[in-house]
């Protein structure tokens, strides 16, 4: 159960879940451009705007996140603390 529930699978799962609104509108630009729906690409554009900003925020987030979740190899300093002489 710790395996699901660890930080790095929260941040793929958040991740999954800020990005998922942002991808349709991106691929199906093409097929809105061919049929001449280009008013929809304001509205698309507006909706994820802010998305967009968020998910990069947590991917930078995500950083912290994978760096203090990585297994550190034996006989090196953490971070935290400094290494030994």
Avoid: H, Y
């Avoid at 998922?20 to 994820?48: M, N, W, Y």
């Avoid at 991917?59 to 971070?79: E, F, H, W, Y």
Wanted: aromatic share 4%.
């Amino acid at each position: 159960m710790t395996s699901w529930l660890n930080p790095t699978a929260i941040l793929i799962g958040a991740l999954f879940v800020v990005f998922s609104p942002i991808s349709p509108p991106c691929t199906s630009r093409p097929t809105r451009l061919r049929l001449g729906k280009q008013e929809l690409e304001l509205d698309f554009r507006v909706r994820a705007s802010p998305l967009a900003s968020s998910a990069g925020a947590l991917a930078l987030a995500g950083l912290l996140v994978v760096r203090q979740d990585s297994p550190r190899p034996s006989g090196t300093a953490s971070p935290t603390e400094p290494a030994s002489p």
